[in-house]
Every structure is written in structure tokens, then in C-alpha cells.
């Protein structure tokens, strides 16, 4: 292997720092876009009953905000219930798109390396070509192991390149993909939170108006009471 690596020349360093920094990247989306971890199951009926119970004081919303990146999202929106649908809607879109952007945190450093590590390799090739004919006009084509240093350096450059680049890109893809399914799941929860926030405060609007009508009835009977009397 170190053969190998000492034969592709001087540009074999930055396709190894390519390669280790496409590693550090991909372990660290695998651990980051865990969907259980991200949008837990559970958590979308935990707040339904905190908030048909009415228990949602700042405490617990706290806790849910640093629960997952669900609970932030719904955390924002429930902060905003009181000042109705859009105020509550825009506050979730805000924390949303915040939640997205750090999921996909070195997503593009990801999608650089894939598009560069293959022409690093091809930078390699034509390193290796200049090479090649250099000893040709050096020594001629009669010894094969003259020229046979500069079409190593070629071949393995662009191997090199093309397999750091292709697996980089699968996962890219791969991540980018997972990034575009929880963003649905956090958007298909918050629009549950906001319709069922939505209703239950029209449900108190309604009960408090319903309210407001029976005392007014109330009273509007006891002033005949007195009048009779």
C-alpha cells in the first residue's frame, strides 16, 4: 500500500486528505441523521396530550426544545400559540429552516470533495504524461522502466481520484436524500401541531363566548327578577 502510495507522486497527499476528511464526514452524518433520533415517534403524541391537558408550562417546552430537532421545531410554534395560526406557522418555517440547514452542515464540503478528487486524479494523469514523455526525450522508448514511473503516477492518480470521488458521491446523495425525508416528517408534525393548536384555541374562543352569552343571560334575568319585584 505504501508502494502504491509513494508511486502515484506528490499529488497522492491531497487525495488522501480528501479521503479522510469525505470519512470524518460521512461518520458524522450517519450520526446526525439518525430519523428515530432526529423525529422521534413518540414525541408527536406526547405533546397532543400535553396540550388537550393545557400542561404546557415554559419548563416543559424548554425541555422539548432541547429534546430533538422535532421538539425544537414544535417548541417554537407552541411558544406562539396564543398569537394565532400564521404568527405560529411562521415562527415553525423559521425554526425549520434553521434545523435543516444545520442537518445539512458539511453537505457541500461533501459535494466538493466529489466533484474535485476526480480531477485531482486526472491532474495526476497529465503529471504523469509530462513525465513520460520527458524520459522519452531523455532516453528514448527502448527501456520500459523509464517510462514506467510516470504511467504508474497516471493510472494510479485517477484510480485514486475516481474512487474518492464516486463513494463520496453516493453518499452525498445518499444524505441529501435522508436531509429531504426529515425535512417532510418535521413539516407533516408541525402542520398536525398547528391544526391541532388552531382548534383547541377555537374551541376556548368559543367556550369563552358561549360563557360570556349564559352570564349575560344570567344577568339580564336577575335584572327582570328585580324589576318584577
Request: proline letters at 2%; a positive charge; one cysteine or more.
Amino acid at each position: 500500500m505504501l508502494e502504491i502510495f509513494k508511486a502515484g507522486g506528490f499529488l497522492m497527499w491531497p487525495l488522501m486528505m480528501c479521503s479522510l476528511a469525505a470519512v470524518v464526514i460521512i461518520i458524522e452524518k450517519f450520526w446526525m441523521l439518525k430519523v428515530n433520533a432526529v423525529v422521534p415517534s413518540k414525541l408527536q403524541a406526547q405533546i397532543t396530550e400535553l396540550i388537550e391537558a393545557e400542561t404546557l408550562e415554559a419548563h416543559k417546552v424548554e425541555a422539548l426544545r432541547r429534546h430533538s430537532s422535532l421538539g425544537e421545531v414544535l417548541a417554537a410554534g407552541i411558544r406562539n400559540r396564543a398569537h394565532g395560526r400564521d404568527q405560529m406557522k411562521q415562527a415553525i418555517e423559521e425554526s425549520g429552516r434553521f434545523v435543516v440547514h444545520r442537518l445539512s452542515k458539511r453537505m457541500n464540503a461533501l459535494g466538493t470533495i466529489a466533484s474535485v478528487s476526480p480531477l485531482v486524479g486526472l491532474l495526476g494523469t497529465v503529471v504523469g504524461m509530462i513525465q513520460v514523455f520527458a524520459a522519452i526525450r531523455v532516453s528514448g522508448v527502448g527501456d520500459p522502466t523509464v517510462l514506467s514511473g510516470g504511467i504508474s503516477q497516471a493510472l494510479i492518480t485517477t484510480a485514486v481520484g475516481l474512487a474518492i470521488g464516486i463513494t463520496s458521491l453516493l453518499f452525498f446523495r445518499y444524505f441529501k436524500g435522508k436531509v429531504d425525508q426529515i425535512a417532510i416528517l418535521l413539516e407533516r408534525n408541525a402542520i398536525h401541531l398547528v391544526e391541532l393548536a388552531t382548534a383547541k384555541r377555537a374551541t376556548a374562543i368559543a367556550n369563552a363566548k358561549k360563557g360570556q352569552k349564559t352570564s349575560a343571560k344570567k344577568l339580564q334575568s336577575n335584572r327582570k327578577v328585580a324589576q318584577d319585584k
